[in-house]
């Protein structure tokens, strides 16, 4: 059974930076896309970025580019998710996703992914 976990989240002050891992379990993720999405109170999971797995591209939001950085160790079968110049509008629970190949479209949408992980709090203090 394929699984996803994340964690690293936590309280940092606005400015500062965190990083968040996806560890998976039960397979490679090569062959597949991890994708990172957040979603604040009131609102609807919106998308982060994404890897591929196999040649490790990434793709980010607008809001989020030049500022987050997504990586990856495949021995370890852990994506990583770097955040920088935190906002206080990056206050999010963070989840990653795994998605078959796709259009940039569908990876960019809840919609493309096929397996969640729990999520992690990430709160940003002004």
Same mark, same amino acid.
Request: net charge positive.
């Given at each position: 059974? !394929?699984?996803?976990g994340?964690s690293?989240?936590?309280?940092v002050?606005?400015?500062?930076?965190?990083?968040?891992?996806?560890?998976?379990s039960? #397979?490679?993720?090569n %062959?597949y !896309?991890?994708?990172?999405?957040?979603?604040?109170?009131g609102?609807? #999971?919106?998308?982060?970025?994404w890897?591929s797995?196999?040649?490790?591209?990434?793709?980010?939001?607008d809001?989020v580019?030049?500022?987050?950085?997504?990586?990856? $160790?495949?021995?370890?079968?852990?994506?990583y998710l770097q955040m920088?110049?935190?906002?206080?509008? $990056?206050?999010?629970?963070?989840?990653?996703a795994?998605?078959?190949?796709?259009?940039? #479209?569908?990876?960019?949408?809840?919609?493309?992914?096929?397996?969640?992980?729990? %999520?992690?709090q !990430?709160?940003?203090s002004s």
């Open positions: 059974q !394929v699984q996803l994340e690293g989240g936590g309280l002050q606005a400015g500062g930076s965190l990083r968040l891992s996806c560890a998976v039960g #397979r490679s993720f %062959g !896309v991890l994708g990172w999405f957040r979603q604040a109170p609102k609807e #999971r919106e998308f982060v970025g890897l797995g196999d040649d490790r591209d990434t793709y980010y939001a809001s580019k030049g500022r987050f950085t997504i990586s990856s $160790d495949n021995a370890k079968n852990t994506a920088s110049s935190l906002k206080s509008e $990056d206050t999010a629970v963070y989840y990653c795994m998605a078959y190949y796709s259009d940039h #479209r569908t990876l960019s949408s809840v919609r493309g992914y096929h397996l969640w992980g729990q %999520g992690t !990430v709160t940003v």
